[in-house]
């Protein structure tokens, strides 16, 4: 029988369907273990999996810091280490909070009600196509101040990018994302070049301005074209994600009605079941985690989809605790290196369930959803439900 390590394929389409059984299992046994397929030491347990995230001087996201090299569309904030992101992390965060979240998040709702309204008694729909992908366009549009591009052109390229994620288990997903992501950083060009209507572009626009350095002005484009897309991205796969929980917790969007539960419960779902499902770094130096010597070189992915089921982080790790607080999960990462927009994205999630509750229809699944084959990102393909009159 094949050890619970090798029987660990994240592409599986059973894994994919639930990986926490397999994490649970590995968390237990080998909680340290190398993974041959992605060519790295794997995380499983939630201080360890912290810890990397955390130290920034023995752990790189920067490949450079380790001899490799960073190709120039990809130098971003999501690149660079501390301390060298924190001046274009704090450009991008101050200009953030800057933006009328409420606002962003009442026009959500709106654009939420409205699909409903046009969904509602009209047989099967798929979530991801009808509710995920324009919602998501729309929120990370309004933040940044831009017009949303088409919904199903921009899918698609988003897709390509996100599936060249995993690039490190299928080189043939890696040129794909490539290209989508030149002609995602054209498109931002775009924005640059024109005037920005009201938003969080229209504030960072300045450190890009023909004047100012040029590496800044490298840094900023390409900082929001990832924050773009890995808004995007992240936000799109959690309410495909956050959907079926409410689809197979029947009587949880009934009790989502309650404000008070709003803001903890729509955590708690992107905990349960999160889009981002782990992040590498490379050792600086040689160090040992959980007893297992990790050699200066080698890569550690730190699992976030097993660490936030840790029971010994979260109690009741595996049930859905709606008024879970704190919850420091990491459903959108951690630290200097999470996704930008998870403030918007938690919006844009209650966006969609104060929607969702608050219709006269109620929402019921059609057919089982089909995940998405990629690693990085948790997300579906498609997910079928229906809005059936009360």
């Known amino acids: 029988m094949p050890s619970v390590t090798d029987r660990y394929d994240p592409l599986d389409p059973e894994v994919l369907r639930d990986p926490y059984p397999v994490l649970a299992e590995l968390r237990q046994r080998e909680p340290v273990f190398w993974h041959v397929g992605m060519d790295s030491w794997a995380l499983t347990r939630y201080a360890d999996s912290v810890r990397v995230l955390r130290d920034h001087a023995t752990f790189a996201r920067d490949p450079r810091r380790t001899g490799g090299t960073v190709p120039e569309p990809s130098l971003s904030v999501q690149t660079l280490d501390p301390p060298q992101q924190s001046q274009v992390r704090s450009l991008f965060m101050t200009a953030l909070r800057a933006q009328d979240l409420t606002a962003i998040e009442e026009r959500a709702r709106r654009l939420v009600l409205e699909r409903l309204d046009v969904l509602a008694g009209g047989g099967p729909f798929d979530v991801v196509a009808e509710l995920a992908v324009p919602l998501s366009v729309a929120v990370v549009a309004d933040l940044l101040g831009v017009e949303p591009p088409p919904y199903g052109e921009f899918a698609a390229v988003s897709d390509a990018i996100m599936r060249s994620m995993d690039g ?223």
């Open 168 to 390: 490190g288990l299928n080189p043939a997903l890696v040129e794909p994302g490539r290209i989508a992501r030149q002609q995602l950083s054209d498109l931002v060009d775009s924005w640059f070049a024109a005037s920005a209507r009201p938003g969080l572009l229209a504030r960072v626009r300045q450190a890009a301005a023909p004047g100012g350095d040029a590496a800044a002005r490298l840094y900023v484009k390409n900082t929001a074209r990832v924050m773009f897309q890995g808004g995007y991205s992240t936000m799109a796969a959690a309410v495909g994600n956050a959907v079926h929980t409410l689809l197979i917790h029947p009587g949880v969007l009934d009790r989502l009605r309650d404000r008070a539960l709003l803001a903890t419960g729509v955590d708690e779902l992107v905990r349960f079941d999160g889009p981002v499902q782990g992040t590498t770094r490379t050792a600086v130096r040689a160090c040992r985690i959980g007893g297992v010597e990790i050699a200066a070189g080698q890569k550690v992915v730190t699992l976030f989809a097993a660490a936030n089921r840790d029971p010994a982080a979260f109690a009741r790790a595996d049930e859905l605790v709606l008024d879970r607080t704190p919850n420091p999960h990491l459903g959108y990462g951690w630290g200097p290196h999470s996704c930008i927009g998870t403030t918007v994205a938690q919006a844009g999630l209650r966006a969609l369930v104060a929607a969702l509750s608050d219709h006269r229809a109620h929402l019921a699944a059609a057919d089982d959803g089909v995940r998405r084959r990629t690693a990085t990102m948790r997300a579906f393909d498609t997910l079928p439900a229906a809005l059936l009159h009360r």
